[in-house]
């Protein structure tokens, strides 16, 4: 099994900062691909953000320029950095990992929430 425990969410003012973090523990032998989601109430569950093994990035359209995904390979730990965030990104993000047991499973945190006020 493995468990993905997100931090670092939290109330900020429009304009402010937050750094998401996620990290990944159990019995597995690889992470592989990892990144950020988002629900808000009434919405979709919607990609901010991922990340391969190897750094590669893809980032929705909504948050290119503001947001920046980083993983630590080493500590299995993606992060998300959010600037000049907007009340718009007020959502629950949630972490998703593709981990490597008997077979390639994907994981999901239990979400962290974010809320930025106007």
């Known amino acids: 099994q493995v468990q993905l425990v997100e931090s670092g969410g939290g109330v900020v003012q429009a304009g402010g900062s937050l750094r998401l973090s996620c990290a990944a523990s159990?019995?597995?032998?690889?992470?592989?691909?990892m990144g950020w989601y988002r629900q808000a109430p009434g919405k979709q569950r919607e990609l901010v953000a991922a990340i391969s093994r190897s750094g590669t990035t893809n980032y929705a359209d909504s948050v290119k320029g503001r947001v920046t995904i980083s993983r630590d390979n080493a500590k299995n730990t993606v992060y998300l950095e959010m600037n000049s965030l907007k009340p718009e990104d007020t959502a629950v993000y949630l972490c998703?990992?593709?981990?490597?047991?008997?077979?390639?499973?994907?994981?999901w945190g239990q979400g962290t929430q974010v809320t930025v006020s106007s």
């Open positions: 159990g019995s597995f032998s690889r992470i592989n691909a």
């Open positions: 998703n990992a593709e981990a490597v047991t008997i077979a390639r499973v994907y994981f």
